[in-house]
Structures are given as structure tokens and as C-alpha cells.
T-cell receptor, first 115, second 112 residues
């Protein structure tokens, strides 16, 4: 059981380049999330999705776009990378809300460096 | 004011020590409180959660919530080197959509 899988695990970009991070989950979860984690800032929510075909902004959405064309996949795009987007990106998923107590299932992270 | 505040440490203790990790939160309406553990270069994993006030125990770990002071704690008894990780407190904000907000995490090192 793979859980949440993120690709790629590492990437180096030059300023202005674009890229897409892919998240796949095999737990049939409705909700999916993209967080970034930075020293001294903790985990901050970028975008999230409550189901296939729907997305919404989190705390720090600027400079990112997302798509959820299939229930199991959630893509995070950077159209024009900036050094401020150097971070570790985590994808997470959660089951339907009834009785949910806040457990998120995280991937192992994608380390992005923008030069 | 941040929804949840946590001292980042780092915290270094000898093996066998009792560890106390703490957070404060701002909104008295929060009901679910969580502790996640994150090993180096891994994603966070839920360690424990508590509903409303009181204590919850799981082996060597005890989670405690004091709603009167808006204080959440995690105690680790007989700490082991394998407990070395970053511990993140988190709250579930049920207002609007169900959002999980994290503290910045406390890095713990247990020295053999």
C-alpha cells in the first residue's frame, strides 16, 4: 500500500522556469492538499481540493496553480519559478469529513531549489 | 496573532528523560488537537489526537489539553533515541472548511 506518492523528490530550477509536482494517493480520499515547509515558518497550506474537479486557495497560493482532474491525483504547478519558492513541498490527503479528527496522510516531500 | 504557537527548540535530552513539548493556541472554539511526528526528510505522521480537554495516553506518550489556558502538551516518558524527530502540534479549525493548522515544530534530540 503506497499511500501518498510525490514525484519528483528533488528538483533544481532556474528563475523563470516552470514545473509541475505530481501527487498520487491510493486511499480513495476525497480531500487533497499541498503544503510548503520552510524553516521558522512551519507547514503552510498552498491549495487544497475537496474532490475531483474542484480546487481552492489556502494561505499562500500566489505563484502556484493546481489541478485535480482525477480523484487520485493532485498537481501543483509553478508557472515562473522564483527563489522565494525554494522549499520542501508536501502533498497530503484525508478521508471524508464525517467523524474526521484532523488526520492527514502525507507524502515524503519534494525538495525544490530555485536558483 | 497566530492560531497556534510553538517553541522551535531545539531540545536535547539524555536517553530515559521525560520530555515535555508545548503549544498555545488562540481560539477557544477549537476542539481537536493533534501531535504529528516528523522524522528527518520524511513527511509528518499523526502521533496522537485529543478531543476537547483532558489527557490521552498511548504507551510512553501522553497528550494533554488545558482549554482554560489554551495550552496543549505532549509528554514522552523514558525517551529513546528513536524518538529523535520534530514534533508538530496542530489544531483542527472547524469554522468554514475543515482546516488543519500546524505549529512550526519542536526539534527533539534524545542522546544515548
Amino acid at each position: 500500500n503506497a499511500g501518498v506518492t510525490q514525484t519528483p523528490k528533488f528538483r533544481v530550477l532556474k528563475t523563470g522556469q516552470s514545473m509541475t509536482l505530481l501527487c498520487a494517493q491510493d486511499m480513495n480520499h476525497e480531500y487533497m492538499y499541498w503544503y510548503r515547509q520552510d524553516p521558522g515558518m512551519g507547514l503552510r497550506l498552498i491549495h487544497y481540493s475537496v474532490g475531483e474537479g474542484t480546487t481552492a486557495k489556502g494561505e499562500v497560493p500566489d505563484g502556484y496553480n493546481v489541478s485535480r482532474l482525477k480523484k487520485q491525483n493532485f498537481l501543483l504547478g509553478l508557472e515562473s519559478a522564483a527563489p522565494s519558492q525554494t522549499s520542501v513541498y508536501f502533498c497530503a490527503s484525508s478521508p471524508p469529513l464525517a467523524g474526521w479528527y484532523g488526520e492527514l496522510f502525507f507524502g515524503e516531500g519534494s525538495r525544490l531549489t530555485v536558483l | 496573532q497566530k492560531e497556534v504557537e510553538q517553541d522551535p527548540g531545539p531540545l536535547s535530552v539524555p536517553e530515559g528523560a521525560i520530555v515535555s513539548l508545548n503549544c498555545t493556541y488562540s481560539n477557544s472554539a477549537f476542539q481537536y488537537f493533534m501531535w504529528y511526528r516528523q522524522y528527518s526528510r520524511k513527511g509528518p505522521e499523526l502521533l496522537m489526537y485529543t478531543y476537547s480537554s483532558g489527557n490521552k495516553e498511548d504507551g510512553r506518550f501522553t497528550a494533554q489539553v488545558d482549554k482554560s489556558s489554551k495550552y496543549i502538551s505532549l509528554f514522552i516518558r523514558d525517551s529513546q533515541p528513536s524518538d529523535s524527530a520534530t514534533y508538530l502540534c496542530a489544531i483542527l479549525n472547524s469554522g468554514g472548511y475543515q482546516k488543519v493548522t500546524f505549529g512550526i515544530g519542536t526539534k527533539l534530540q534524545v542522546i544515548p
